[in-house]
């Protein structure tokens, strides 16, 4: 990605965002992939991963603020389980081709070559590090701004499918119920970083792969799977 390019894909973004950067460094380093520092070690921004950190931590704060406040009535369980589906990876992931951020991603050529602007960890990623960035340039105020717009949406919809209940209590329930079977989950991989390590899990009904997920835990690469099963049955009954 030339100067030029990079340019225009920032000011793009800061458009999406909502917020013109005082400091643009933040939000280039926001969109900066490990694979593309290990390929330009001359250039003086950073990597993501910090910032990530940062917005990972910013993101479980302002977006359960926003579920106490738009559902007065929801119990601390309730609300712990609604901001768990928000703010997982798949979650964030759409966020963040919502915003644009895949397109705007500095990747090294191997990872772009092997679809790295469209992993579901790497969007992921991305968006918490682009979160980071956003508050420390523009503080709560231009997190808020961004995220609510999304969250809103993303919220009901889950709500509707009743996403934020225990995906995988869901699925049994339903799996033994209709097909007589108890899910079965597996670990298919494991990559990244030991302080950024993701996790891919399958869940299989039988020998079937009912639902395939991604998480910084195996717990949550479980949760991930079991969930995208039950929005492919909700689908299926939907038909």
């Not at 395939?212 to 479980?222: D, F, I, P, Y």
């Not at 079991?226 to 049955?233: N, R």
Request: proline content about 3%; hydrophobic content about 40%; charged content about 30%.
């Amino acid at each position: 990605m030339g100067e030029t390019e990079t340019t225009e894909n920032l000011q793009v973004l800061q458009q999406a965002l909502g917020h013109r950067f005082n400091d643009r460094k933040l939000l280039l380093r926001a969109i900066t992939h490990p694979s593309y520092m290990n390929e330009h070690p001359e250039e003086e921004v950073c990597d993501n991963q910090r910032l990530e950190f940062l917005g990972d931590a910013t993101l479980d704060f302002v977006i359960g603020s926003w579920v106490f406040d738009t559902y007065p009535d929801f119990d601390e369980g309730y609300m712990t389980r609604l901001r768990a589906a928000l703010v997982r990876t798949e979650t964030l992931a759409q966020f963040a081709k919502q915003a644009g951020i895949g397109a705007a991603l500095r990747l090294g050529k191997g990872e772009e070559e092997a679809g790295g602007r469209e992993r579901i960890a790497n969007l992921c990623d991305a968006f918490e590090a682009v979160v980071g960035a956003l508050y420390l340039d523009g503080g709560l105020e231009a997190v808020e701004a961004f995220i609510e717009p999304l969250v809103g949406p993303a919220a009901e919809e889950t709500l509707a499918c009743k996403a934020d209940q225990d995906a995988k209590s869901l699925l049994q329930e339903w799996s033994q119920a209709e097909k007589g079977v108890t899910p079965h989950y597996r670990i298919v991989s494991e990559r990244g970083p030991d302080h950024a390590k993701v996790f891919d899990a399958e869940v299989l009904l039988r020998k079937e792969v009912a639902g395939r997920g991604s998480g910084h835990s195996k717990q949550s690469a479980e949760q991930a799977a079991a969930q995208a099963a039950c929005e492919e049955l909700l689908k299926t009954e939907q038909d």
